[in-house]
């Protein structure tokens, strides 16, 4: 249903999501299979609700995320090789102000080295890396002039 689809959007989802919903649609004119839709969103919106604690509000929109990688891809075309690498590891900063304390803690809890092997863990040898090995000259070959 429309209706809950944007007050989620608008709202967030919490513990008392389906029983805004419950009230904004109380009045509505609807047929037999309409009223049952709207049983089974008022408890499908319960349920996922329900797991929150009373102070929380979820966001419930991918706009966020939408956003972020816009972003991301908006920064990553500079970049000459297209791939999901240690870019990805800037989509953070598009969520906060980076002020100066915030940078110094980051540079005083987070070592290079760890980034560096983080990356290689997860996300492994990079194209650039890829390419440059593949195309290494070997030993022994002759150069072009």
Same mark, same amino acid.
């Given at each position: 249903?429309?209706?809950?689809?944007?007050? %989620?959007?608008?709202?967030?989802?919490?513990?008392?999501?389906?029983?805004?919903?419950?009230?904004?649609?109380?009045?509505?004119?609807?047929?037999?299979?309409?009223?049952?839709?709207? !049983?089974?969103?008022?408890?499908?919106?319960?349920?996922?609700?329900?797991?929150?604690?009373?102070?929380?509000?979820?966001?419930?929109?991918?706009?966020?995320?939408?956003? %972020?990688?816009?972003?991301?891809? %908006?920064?990553?075309?500079?970049?000459?090789?297209?791939?999901?690498?240690? %870019?990805?590891?800037?989509?953070?900063l598009c969520t906060v102000q980076l002020t100066v304390p915030l940078v110094k803690r980051a540079l005083e809890t987070?070592?290079?080295?760890?980034?560096?092997?983080?990356?290689?863990?997860?996300?492994?040898?990079?194209?650039?890396?890829?390419?440059?090995?593949?195309?290494?000259?070997?030993?022994?070959? !002759?150069?072009?002039?």
């Amino acid at each position: 249903m429309r209706r809950a689809n944007e007050q %989620l959007k608008q709202q967030g989802l919490n513990r008392q999501s389906h029983l805004k919903f419950a009230q904004a649609t109380q009045q509505m004119n609807l047929s037999e299979q309409g009223q049952a839709l709207r !049983t089974q969103v008022i408890d499908y919106i319960q349920q996922q609700g329900s797991s929150l604690d009373d102070t929380q509000t979820w966001v419930a929109s991918s706009d966020v995320l939408e956003s %972020l990688f816009g972003k991301y891809k %908006l920064f990553s075309q500079r970049s000459p090789l297209q791939e999901v690498g240690r %870019l990805i590891l800037t989509l953070p900063l598009c969520t906060v102000q980076l002020t100066v304390p915030l940078v110094k803690r980051a540079l005083e809890t987070m070592r290079g080295i760890d980034v560096d092997n983080w990356a290689k863990q997860v996300l492994g040898i990079s194209m650039f890396a890829q390419r440059r090995a593949a195309f290494k000259q070997q030993e022994g070959d !002759t150069k072009v002039a």
